[in-house]
């Protein structure tokens, strides 16, 4: 499984950015897809996930309202729509591939992607 992320850059504080997430490599409908993110000397951190043949999504409180994870099961690509942006936002954003359901746990994840950067001026 191939997982490539695409669409980070540089935005400020309160503007928006969309980041893509496309996955190869297998059939993918029993899988979830989640976005992680880990800012400079912090632990990677949970930030969405979506269930792949479903409507389940997930959200870490700190987003909740801001993000916005969807999918397009035919090409087969993730996203995650980011307004609102804050400079706390700031992080390498991690694209993730597990099969199953969706979880906030980053072991339980078995395919990453490379990360995109984000980042969020004041």
């Known amino acids: 499984v191939q997982v490539v992320e695409s669409g980070g850059g540089l935005v400020q504080a309160g503007g928006s950015l969309r980041l893509s997430c496309a996955a190869s490599?297998?059939?993918?409908?029993?899988?979830?897809m989640g976005w992680f993110r880990q800012a400079p000397g912090k632990e990677r951190e949970f930030v969405a996930a979506?269930?792949?043949?479903?409507?389940?999504?997930l959200y870490a409180d700190s987003v909740k309202g801001r993000f916005t994870i969807s999918r397009d099961n035919a090409k087969p690509m993730v996203y995650l729509q980011m307004n609102s942006l804050k400079p706390e936002d700031t992080a390498v954003y991690y694209c993730?591939?597990?099969?199953?359901?969706?979880?906030?746990?980053?072991?339980?994840?078995?395919?990453w992607g490379q990360g995109t950067q984000v980042t969020v001026s004041s």
């Open positions: 979506i269930r792949w043949s479903g409507v389940i999504t």
């Open positions: 490599g297998r059939t993918f409908s029993n899988t979830a």
């Open positions: 993730a591939v597990r099969f199953g359901y969706a979880t906030m746990k980053i072991s339980d994840y078995d395919y």
